[in-house]
């Protein structure tokens, strides 16, 4: 009866960590259409939409009241790309022009900004009176100072395919499509060049290299969502990644796997809750603390592992020095074993789904799923 009581035990702590995960809530269906951006201002989400007849419509959704309304259908284009906010006021990447709308104004009056005739705007970034602008036609990022009666164009870097950007402090952070990097340009400099500063993560058993598609950032920590590329080679997976950039040597690691391919276009973060906007018009909602609660495997020793679960390979981190390592199964069995060091990968593919042990020298261990 004992080895039952443990198996029992073991199936029970299987269950428990099974169905204790955090839960990808959706929030907003949509209205029809595509959204082609989304942003926070305040308690409400932006969302412009394009939809089939050309035109494009502006939705607000209060996140506190979960109210979506309509907040302006005419002067817009299936072509309006993404939106910045500066005070109450709202900025639009339209095409070849910059406009901005006072959203406080019954009449939400489009003024025109910029216009450039040879570029085609696209993401939109502020950083104090200076708006920056990515050029997706020619793969070049500039700036122009808002308040300047007729503003002219600054270029900052070229031969860039910009994903996302975001601003921490004076620092621009991007990401660029194709590339598993997070750049950073510090924007004081007189001569503004871009460095990498995070290199994302890549399964190493795969040769594919996902490009990100969008993050957001909280005291420090960089969220990112990227696609990743499933074992048959047809499928994506979308995951979201955390990196805190305040390291010294900053490390990614899974944060969150949504599992299938969402087609998330923007993300943003209200207290403890990231928001993300769906192109076909979903917008869900993720807990941050649930999901640090359920996710972090560490014990006393600060050894970690990560992610978890997992269904292709787990990362160590927190040794000093290689160590030997057993994976055992529920009934005490060894299925894997080997040596690894700081924060190198251990395959467990082959392993079926389920809970399992790893044990390193030393009476060390740390229960993980492999799904």
Same mark, same amino acid.
């Given at each position: 009866? &004992?080895?039952n009581?443990?198996?029992i035990?073991?199936?029970a702590?299987?269950?428990n960590?099974?169905y ?7 929030i907003y ?6 959204? &082609? ?5 305040d308690?409400?989400?932006y969302?412009?939409?394009g ?8 939705y607000? $959704? ?11 259908n005419?002067?817009?284009?299936l072509l309006d ?6 005070g109450?006021n709202?900025y639009?990447?339209?095409? /070849? ?5 006072d959203?406080?104004d !019954? ?12 570029v @085609?705007?696209d993401?939109l970034v ?9 050029? %997706?036609?020619?793969?070049k ?6 308040t300047?009666s007729?503003p ?13 950007m ?5 620092e @621009?952070y991007i990401?660029?499509?194709g590339k ?5 340009i510090?924007?004081?400099n007189?001569? !503004?060049?871009?460095?990498e ?6 399964? !190493?058993?795969?040769? $594919? ?13 960089i969220?990112l ?5 499933k ?5 994506y997976?979308?995951?979201i990644y &955390? ?7 900053p490390?990614?690691?899974e944060?969150?796997?949504?599992? /299938?391919? %969402? ?11 990231? $928001?993300l906007?769906?192109v ?18 560490e ?6 592992l ?9 990362k ?9 390592y057993?994976?055992?199964? @529920?009934?005490g069995?060894t ?6 060091s700081q924060?190198?990968?251990i395959?467990?593919k082959?392993?079926?789904?389920? @809970? %399992?042990?790893?044990?390193f020298?030393?009476?060390i ?7």
């Amino acid at each position: 009866m &004992k080895r039952n009581y443990i198996v029992i035990t073991f199936i029970a702590l299987f269950f428990n960590l099974q169905y204790s995960t955090a839960q990808l809530t959706e929030i907003y269906s949509g209205e029809g259409g595509t959204i &082609k951006s989304a942003v926070l201002k305040d308690k409400d989400i932006y969302l412009m939409r394009g939809i089939a007849s050309n035109e494009g419509i502006i939705y607000k $959704y209060d996140i506190t009241e979960s109210l979506a309304s309509e907040f302006k259908n005419s002067g817009l284009s299936l072509l309006d790309n993404d939106i910045a906010f500066k005070g109450n006021n709202m900025y639009l990447a339209k095409s /070849k022009t910059i406009v901005k709308m006072d959203i406080t104004d !019954p009449n939400k009056e489009l003024i025109t900004v910029y216009t450039n005739d040879s570029v @085609l705007t696209d993401e939109l970034v502020f950083n104090g009176n200076d708006l920056y602008i990515e050029d %997706y036609l020619n793969k070049k990022l500039f700036k122009i100072d808002v308040t300047d009666s007729n503003p002219t164009s600054v270029e900052i870097v070229n031969d860039v395919n910009i994903t996302d950007m975001l601003f921490i402090e004076d620092e @621009l952070y991007i990401t660029i499509k194709g590339k598993n990097k997070i750049f950073k340009i510090d924007v004081n400099n007189a001569s !503004p060049t871009m460095v990498e500063a995070v290199t994302l993560y890549t399964d !190493p058993s795969s040769n $594919y290299i996902s490009s990100p598609r969008t993050f957001t950032h909280k005291d420090g920590v960089i969220y990112l969502l990227q696609d990743n590329k499933k074992e048959n080679g047809d499928e994506y997976e979308c995951v979201i990644y &955390k990196v805190d950039i305040t390291e010294a040597n900053p490390t990614v690691t899974e944060f969150y796997n949504l599992g /299938k391919s %969402y087609g998330i276009n923007d993300m943003f973060i209200d207290g403890d809750d990231i $928001y993300l906007s769906e192109v076909e018009g979903i917008i869900f909602k993720l807990s941050i603390s649930e999901v640090l609660s359920t996710n972090t495997f560490e014990n006393k020793e600060g050894i970690k592992l990560y992610p978890n679960p997992s269904a292709n390979n787990i990362k160590i981190s927190g040794i000093q020095e290689t160590k030997s390592y057993r994976i055992c199964n @529920l009934l005490g069995a060894t299925v894997l074993e080997g040596e690894v060091s700081q924060n190198q990968y251990i395959n467990i593919k082959s392993l079926e789904k389920g @809970l %399992y042990i790893i044990k390193f020298e030393g009476s060390i261990s740390i229960k993980f799923m492999k799904k």
